[in-house]
């Protein structure tokens, strides 16, 4: 009774992760294809041990399998089966990452798959009217590895709304610090065609940290490092 029991457990969770698996967006698959993998052959073993009469291995697979699967919805915060998630347009130069960059990029995170536009050398410059520290390819691999982001690209060199065309994000998510008249921009997006474009915005930087911002990092390297060697030179 008892072995009965558990093999009709072990087929119907088998089942329902077969199913599972099969609705699990493309686009899940790829980002998580270790884990992804990892949960399908965890199911082919359970089918092999529920075919061989070992029904408590074949229940431990499974659910062991489950766990895995669940663990990607659980760090993507959506039902994977049911939701096709949002997604939410970044942009900014990046430059020396710090835990602002962190923060934005994590809050933009909780409203979906998160597309990053890197400012061009050229961009950067002329709005912060100094050039980056590092250059738009060096700035791009580090966006890239940041567990938050789901793509990271270099941005339009003349245009930077065609890089908000190439997403068509459902959120465009604003930094704190990022001068933007909200009301032009949906009119422009408007014009281009991208209609249900919703703007949000970080509303102000993180202050648990003492330098949350890229200027603050370099006003702190000059106090400490340039200021010294003109003391040295004085003496």
Known sequence: MFDEEVKNRAEKYIRG???????????????????????????????????KGDYITALVDIVYAEGLLDSIAFNENINLELQIPKKVFVAGTFDIIHPGHIELLKE??????????VARDKNSEKIKGRRPINDENHRLEVI??????????LGDENDF???????????????????????KLIDELKKRGLENVQIMRL?????????????????????????????????
Not at 144 to 153: D, G, L, P
């Open 161 to 183: 709304l065609k890089s908000v065309e190439r997403v068509r994000p459902d959120v465009l998510f604003l930094g704190p610090d990022q001068k933007v008249d909200e009301s």
């Open 108 to 117: 933009a995170s909780k409203y979906g798959l998160v597309h990053v536009a």
């Open 17 to 51: 992760m077969e199913e599972r698996l099969k609705k699990v967006p493309s686009f899940f698959i790829e980002k998580y294809r270790k884990i992804y993998d990892l949960a399908r052959q965890y199911t082919q073993d359970a089918k092999y041990y529920l075919e």
């Open 144 to 153: 890239r590895s940041i567990r938050y982001v789901y793509e990271a690209f």
């Open 203 to 235: 509303p102000q930087r993180i202050s648990t940290y003492e330098h949350s911002s890229t200027s603050s990092i370099i006003q702190e390297i000059i106090k400490r490092y340039c200021n010294k060697k003109d003391d040295n030179k004085k003496e």
